[in-house]
């Protein structure tokens, strides 16, 4: 069942799957050194994508990599506008960034604001020896230069339409929708 009437199916369950096995596998080729590697997803969907490539790469080429959940709430630049009392979840990066190649994995890339504040949060631990961006959505409409390295559906989304990805350990659910909020 969709997630709202007016909503078009990009992905079901099955093509999600696939989706999310073709980054992971798709990124594990810019890893070099998986003993220097390691991955990081933002908070919610992104780190929700990023516990299930680490145990996509685990079972597939039996890398043990460090898994890591950034929540850039207070790196954002609109602050300001999330309310009195934003509400903010730990960060967990249990291991050195230095020197490592990060795998960065969120789940749609629009504005790439949240992408900028999450690098500005990676940085603050250390200096990586490069982060590598895989979005299991591109939505389009940049507002920064900031382009994935891999993505799993690239759209050029209109005004007064969102991606909904629904995962079921967050949403009870599975899929990617096209919402249109344009006549709300």
Do not use: N
């Amino acid at each position: 069942m969709p997630p709202d009437a007016a909503s078009e199916l990009l992905l079901d369950r099955p093509g999600l799957a696939e989706a999310i096995e073709r980054l992971g596998l798709g990124l594990a080729r810019f890893v070099e050194d998986p003993a220097r590697a390691a991955i990081i997803g933002i908070r919610t969907r992104g780190a929700t994508l990023a516990k299930r490539i680490e145990r996509l790469l685990t079972e597939r080429k039996g890398w043990r990599l460090p898994l890591g959940v950034l929540d850039i709430t207070f790196y954002r630049d609109d602050l300001d506008q999330l309310g009195p009392h934003p509400v903010a979840r730990p960060t967990d990066l249990d291991f050195d960034v230095e020197d490592r190649t990060i795998v960065l994995v969120d789940d749609v890339l629009y504005t790439g604001r949240t992408i900028r504040s999450a690098l500005d949060l990676i940085v603050d631990f250390g200096r990586p020896r490069s982060v590598r961006l895989g979005v299991l959505v591109d939505r389009g409409h940049r507002e920064l230069p900031i382009q994935p390295d891999l993505t799993a559906i690239k759209l050029q989304v209109e005004p007064g339409r969102i991606v909904q990805v629904c995962l079921e350990e967050d949403d009870g659910r599975e899929g990617v929708w096209l919402i249109d909020r344009r006549h709300d």
